[in-house]
């Protein structure tokens, strides 16, 4: 089994309504797997990841976007050092189900 890296993340903007947070990961390393209560948008700025979502593996490459629904258990793996922005809800929710301590 792989062992789970934590993102580096950072704050970019926050509204009223809504966030961008930046995301980072080295080469090879996997993040949590978790979901989300709300809707949201992984863009990718800089490098290249899989995000798996049920089951299925989405390659992710820089200037790719791809919305990520509510209720749906979904991980990232970085294929090359990787930078992604993540907009979302200012209300939304998080479920971890493998984070790291």
């Known amino acids: 089994m792989e062992q789970i890296t934590k993102p580096n993340i950072k ?3 926050a509204g009223k309504n809504l966030t961008a947070k930046q995301m980072q990961a080295n080469a090879g390393e996997l993040l949590p797997e978790h979901l989300a209560d709300m809707e949201s948008i992984l863009f990718v700025e800089d490098g290249e990841c899989i ?14 976007a791809f919305v990520v629904p509510p209720a749906i258990k979904h991980q990232i793996k970085a294929i090359t050092d990787f930078k992604g922005i993540h907009f979302m809800p200012i209300k939304i929710k998080f479920e971890f189900f493998n984070e790291v301590k």
Do not use: C, F, S
Request: no cysteine; charged share 35%.
């Open 11 to 13: 704050l970019l903007a």
């Open 51 to 64: 995000l798996t979502i049920k089951g299925e593996e989405n390659t992710l490459k820089k200037g790719d």
